[in-house]
């Protein structure tokens, strides 16, 4: 054996040595990674987990034989020999230690994303980048920094102590030296092809025509599988190449016709006016004009509620109030993520910026939106921390005309956490304004604190903390991952009740529309009471409840069991305040029964490569916007994440044509609706 190595070149040698360091420390912090956030109620299959570590360890490959080219590349020059040269060992022995560095670095942050976010990072992470004293404070009030901070030093300093240690055993006699030297050109030649092929295909990965990439990680229908697969630093590299990208007018022109059906589009209309009035007569109108108040709740996940059956009834308030009155159980945003929401509740357009938010898009940030078309209502839209957030400030001021913004630093309440006031103190603080409003008016109320790290604060109206005691079991069973989240979420309802009791006290409520939606939900484990098509299809992140109360609005409470969409939400507003409006986005009334046969809501998940789906009430079809990887799915089935497209030929040609049309529409609305006031 020990013939063998002397064998080896020393430069080689030490590579080897590098590279197997990285291999072992990158699958051992695999293994934890699938050990930290695998969920035992949906376990993925023992031939798929042993294939995820197979290709995992695939892609570390690549990852830490590309981090080592450049020593193979220039080592071999003898200034800069890591074995032979005193100054090369120093110089490879700083670049390696600076590798274990960034890599142990985007580890830990790929952990704290997907613990967040229940994704792997990629390059919409670098959004947090934007507001870095938010992001700062966040994780310093979430994560035991200064205790992690030391476990990190003394990992670092133990993994390059093994490095220094191993390499300086490298043998770096004058005799090993020489019997390369004295080989003749054909054994170094030799040498350096078999070289090139070895490392080219270690690259590669595989033998075909393309290399391994990312997309290979996702070989399962299981989503844990994939994420467990994927490599944090080739995944966020692959995501970082977002070309800007803009409309195809040829291809809008065709969709058009199926989108002038979908919308009901006027048929003069010409091709690409997507303009459509909807006016309500005067004998329809109000009495007096009726106050609105839309409350978006953060990561208000439906399966997380007592409307969705949860036995640990979180959310009684909300519950109540669904009770008395409209109450849309499959109602879904487009995609996760706030600010991706805030933007498709105002423009009425799913947000499909790739890497960052459309509201951080200057380009795209002028927007026609229905809240126009309540010229008479004034306009308050209330936030605990600060609109600089996302960039929502401009998307806000921009197209809602004459809004006056209430902020951090707008209130008398006190901030507890880096998301600014707690939500109860956001109702009391919007209650006291609006109550004092003699005009009608458009509020919109936008909560943060169900939120990291979670914060209960001391002025609470009496709101109890519940401890394990109060859970029968494990608390993942009822889709939780926390005491801490399921509190947070618990005093986001208590808020809510608290609200509504002080807001019954004041002049406005007789005469108030009051909207909850959640911003999103939560792709995360959902507990025993779900049913299981959401969460293997990732539904649970998209579908939060839709409530809808008004005491001089709504006289008969009702569920509504068919497709909505947050994009439908304005024009169901405006419907339902007898409000006519200029429509000139994807937005259909929820209560106009005729669209009822065509109800679909569009999703997207972003990533190195988004997929667009549309979900029916029994099918869920997903596709990339080129048309590739087409997928149907059927609900309320035991294995969902079935492909039932060779089943259902036609039914796939249908949703292939209406997904196709909206995606293309969509593409071209958001460049394309500017508001005429603006232009």
């Excluded at 998307?395 to 109860?424: C, K, M, R, T």
């Excluded at 002025?459 to 401890?467: A, K, P, Q, Y």
């Excluded at 029994?618 to 087409?630: F, H, I, N, R, V």
């Excluded at 609900?635 to 995606?663: C, I, Q, S, Y």
Aim: net charge negative; glycine share 4%.
């Amino acid at each position: 054996m020990n013939s063998l190595i002397n064998k080896i070149p020393r430069l080689h040698l030490y590579v080897i040595a590098a590279l197997i360091i990285l291999l072992v420390i990158q699958s051992g912090l695999r293994i934890l990674f699938w050990f930290k956030f695998h969920n035992p109620a949906d376990p993925v299959s023992m031939p798929d987990l042993w294939w995820s570590f197979y290709l995992g360890m695939k892609f570390d490959l690549q990852a830490s034989l590309g981090a080592l080219l450049p020593i193979l590349l220039i080592g071999w020059i003898k200034p800069l020999h890591p074995v032979y040269s005193t100054f090369g060992r120093r110089l490879w022995a700083i670049y390696v230690s600076l590798i274990f560095i960034i890599m142990y670095l985007v580890y830990i942050t790929d952990a704290g994303h997907y613990a967040y976010l229940q994704q792997r990072i990629n390059a919409t992470a670098l959004r947090f980048l934007e507001n870095p004293q938010i992001s700062a404070d966040m994780v310093w009030q979430t994560y035991p920094v200064i205790s992690g901070s030391i476990i990190f030093i003394i990992v670092v300093s133990i993994t390059i102590y093994a490095f220094l240690q191993l390499t300086k055993r490298i043998n770096a006699s004058d005799t090993i030296r020489a019997y390369w030297g004295d080989r003749r050109w054909h054994y170094k030649t030799a040498l350096s092809i078999s070289t090139f092929f070895i490392v080219f295909f270690a690259l590669m990965a595989k033998v075909s025509w393309y290399p391994l990439r990312w997309s290979d990680a996702f070989f399962s229908t299981h989503a844990f599988s994939q994420q467990l697969t994927s490599n944090p630093v080739i995944y966020f590299s692959n995501t970082l190449k977002n070309v800007a990208e803009s409309y195809d007018l040829e291809k809008a022109k065709q969709a058009f016709p199926v989108m002038q059906n979908y919308l009901a589009l006027p048929a003069d209309n010409a091709v690409l006016d997507y303009r459509r009035e909807v006016t309500f007569p005067a004998s329809d109108h109000l009495s007096e004009k009726t106050n609105v108040i839309v409350v978006i709740l953060e990561s208000f996940a439906s399966y997380k509620t007592t409307l969705a059956d949860n036995p640990l009834n979180p959310t009684p308030y909300i519950a109540e109030i669904a009770q008395q009155g409209y109450y849309f159980n499959n109602f879904y945003t487009p995609s996760t993520g706030t600010a991706r929401s805030v933007w498709t509740f105002t423009t009425g357009i799913p947000d499909v910026e790739k890497n960052k938010t459309s509201s951080r898009n200057p380009l795209i940030v002028d927007q026609r939106t229905i809240i126009e078309a309540f010229e008479d209502h004034k306009k308050f839209y209330f936030l605990g921390g600060s609109a600089s957030w996302a960039n929502i400030r401009g998307l806000l001021s921009s197209n809602i005309p004459d809004l006056q913004l209430f902020e951090e630093g707008s209130y008398e309440s006190p901030a507890i956490d880096v998301w600014g006031i707690s939500d109860l103190s956001l109702f009391r603080e919007a209650n006291a304004v609006l109550s004092k409003q003699k005009e009608p008016f458009f509020a919109i109320i936008q909560t943060s604190g169900n939120h990291r790290p979670y914060t209960i604060p001391d002025d609470n109206e009496g709101f109890e903390v519940w401890g394990q005691d109060k859970i029968k079991g494990d608390i993942s069973d009822y889709g939780f991952a926390s005491l801490e989240e399921l509190n947070s979420f618990r005093f986001m309802d208590h808020s809510i009740g608290h609200f509504m009791k002080i807001a019954s006290e004041a002049a406005y409520f007789n005469n108030t529309l009051f909207v909850f939606f959640g911003d999103h939900g939560i792709q995360a484990a959902t507990g025993k009471h779900t049913p299981v098509y959401k969460e293997q299809l990732k539904l649970q992140g998209l579908n939060v409840p839709l409530v809808i109360y008004g005491k001089s609005v709504i006289s008969k409470p009702e569920v509504f069991d068919t497709i909505a969409s947050e994009v439908d939400v304005l024009p169901t507003i405006a419907a339902l305040t007898h409000t006519s409006y200029l429509n000139t986005t994807l937005g259909r009334d929820l209560l106009d029964t005729a669209f009822d046969n065509e109800r679909y809501a569009f999703t997207i998940e972003h990533g190195s490569n988004r997929t667009i789906g549309l979900l029916s009430d029994e099918y869920y079809m997903q596709m990339q916007p080129d048309g590739s990887k087409k997928s149907l799915h059927m609900l309320n089935n035991d294995d969902a994440r079935k492909n039932v497209a060779g089943e259902h030929p036609e039914l796939m040609d249908t949703f292939t044509t209406r997904l196709t049309a909206l995606w293309d529409t969509i593409m071209y609305i958001r460049e394309n609706n500017k508001s005429e006031q603006k232009d």
